[in-house]
């Protein structure tokens, strides 16, 4: 497991970079990310004492055929599944979460923060897009003992102390998986 500072991913996160249009070998194609995230957490439903998790993640991305993206976050725990969709390559929420995605050459770098906490996903393609490599960082900021979220597996709020991500698989198909 790779680690970064964590300040670094937070800036990372927050940057708004220039959107470039996707490439256009993308179009028409969807792009699936997978890894497991491991959290220290308690559920605010299940009690005080912080466990270990793991939670697997997928992120899939679409880009149209017009080279309009879509996103398809989906998580899995023990207590449920859930998923957030996404139309654009960036934007926020009430809560002061947000989110940006931006295309260089053959690689695209998703970035997000959720309530504290950031997450920073690279893909990067072959040169003839054919396959694809991902990385995925997660991290808190410096200083804070704990992040407070509401799950999108159970919609309840939890609290974690230390989360990290593992390793990434990277898949690249043709058409709309949604």
Known sequence: MRVVPTTLLISLALITAAHAAPPKQLYGKSITVSWTE???????????TFKQVG???TNVYYISTEGRLFKRASARSPGGAGSVDRVGTSGGSESGDSRNVSFSGNRI?????????ARQTQITFDPSFSS????VITGMPPGRKSVTVRSITTGNTVEFES?????ASCSIASGNPF
């Open 132 to 135: 694809c490599t991902a990385q």
């Open 109 to 117: 770098v998703a970035s997000n923060s959720f309530q504290g906490a």
């Open 163 to 167: 989360v990290s991500a593992g390793p």
């Open 38 to 48: 491991t959290r220290s957490q308690r559920d605010s439903q299940a009690g005080p």
């Open 55 to 57: 939670i697997p993640f």
